[in-house]
């Protein structure tokens, strides 16, 4: 072989990897908006990172994923939806009800999978829950509102109770909407309920305050991103000012609160995590159904409410699925 025919076909063979690499498709990237922060959701974060597997996707390895955090600041959101939207992202993973809102506010064309503890219908992010439409489709833990159910249990564990507060994040929900969910159920029960309102820390002592005054028998918290943050101070503080509480989160009563009642939270962001990798795979969120929990679980805890001097009825902690003793 010649000098200069041999340098020619080292040359060639050096090129070649480079034009082949320049010749692949681009790792689609995950546009991940959260509303709490990364440690705070770590175990959410897992759960969704199951689901990408389960439909063939691992991180570094065939996608990528990009995130924005609003450490609970929601008015945060929009800015790093529109970040995110720049960045050109494949698809919009939106975890917690406030991403989603900041996430559909935000594009009508790129698709957006969310996670929320609402009926997307009626908050106004799908069209129906078999058929979506439009570009976003995702994962409740709900299959009915929980928010009256809420009250039911606080009535059975206190049977006495007639004077009850709900604690609502104004900046995620709207005060007189929950009011309306919750007042029908409280007058059933022949309970006077009260709205309070909390966004951060600070506000927590305004509200033990007035639940005093008020001379509350029981307190609802309504589920919110920065609620299940704070699990563990408002468990504290239902004890310290003796208040008997329900919420919608498992570790709210393992760290002392009383009582909680939800649907299987890390299922849902396992199946957000699918449904991502699915439209990954060219599938439209429009024609996929929003799923739905369908298993629920009550967990009461006993030594609380013995702390508490309840006398919780027998039939209450035969029905509960989990006691803390």
């Known amino acids: 072989m010649r000098r200069r025919e041999f340098i020619s076909l080292i040359g060639s063979a050096a090129a070649w990897p480079l034009t082949a690499r320049a010749q692949q498709p681009a790792m689609p990237v995950i546009g991940l908006l959260g509303s709490a922060t990364a440690s705070d959701w770590a175990s959410?974060?897992?759960?969704?990172?199951?689901?990408?597997r389960d439909a063939g996707y691992v991180e570094g390895r065939n996608v990528a994923i990009e995130a924005r955090w609003a450490n609970s600041q929601y008015e945060r959101l929009p800015a790093m939806a529109a970040e995110l939207i720049q960045r050109q992202v494949t698809v919009i993973t939106a975890f917690s009800?406030?991403?989603?809102?900041?996430?559909k506010a935000a594009t009508t064309t790129i698709p957006i999978v969310f996670t929320t503890n609402r009926d997307p219908v009626e908050i106004g992010l799908v069209a129906s829950l078999s058929h979506p439409g439009g570009n976003m489709t995702g994962a409740?833990?709900?299959s009915v509102e929980v928010e009256p159910k809420l009250v039911e249990l606080m009535h059975d564990a206190v049977p006495g109770a007639k004077i009850i507060a709900a604690l609502v994040n104004p900046t995620n929900f709207n005060p007189e909407t929950i009011s309306r969910s919750l007042q029908p159920a409280a007058r059933t029960f022949g309970m006077q309920l009260h709205v309070l309102n909390a966004s951060s820390e600070s506000d927590f002592d305004t509200v033990f305050a007035t639940l005093h005054e008020l001379r509350a028998d029981g307190l609802v918290v309504v589920d919110d991103a920065f609620f299940n943050t704070q699990s563990k101070e408002l468990a504290g503080l239902?004890?310290?000012?003796?208040?008997?509480?329900i919420f919608q989160n498992r570790e709210f009563t393992v760290a002392g609160g009383l009582m909680s009642y939800t649907g299987s939270v890390p299922e849902s962001y396992r199946q957000a995590g699918v449904y991502t990798g699915r439209i990954l795979k060219g599938e439209r969120p429009a024609d996929l159904p929003v799923v739905q929990g369908t298993r629920f679980e009550l967990v009461i805890n006993f030594k609380t409410a013995k702390v508490l001097r309840l006398n919780v009825p027998i039939g209450l902690l035969n029905a509960a699925d989990e006691v803390i003793e």
Do not use: D, E, M, S
């Not at 959410?44 to 990408?52: D, I, P, S, Y």
């Not at 239902?238 to 509480?245: D, F, L």
């Open 140 to 142: 409740t833990n709900l």
């Open 97 to 103: 009800t406030p991403a989603a809102r900041a996430a």
């Open 44 to 52: 959410n974060v897992n759960a969704f990172r199951q689901g990408l």
């Open 238 to 245: 239902t004890i310290r000012h003796a208040i008997p509480a």
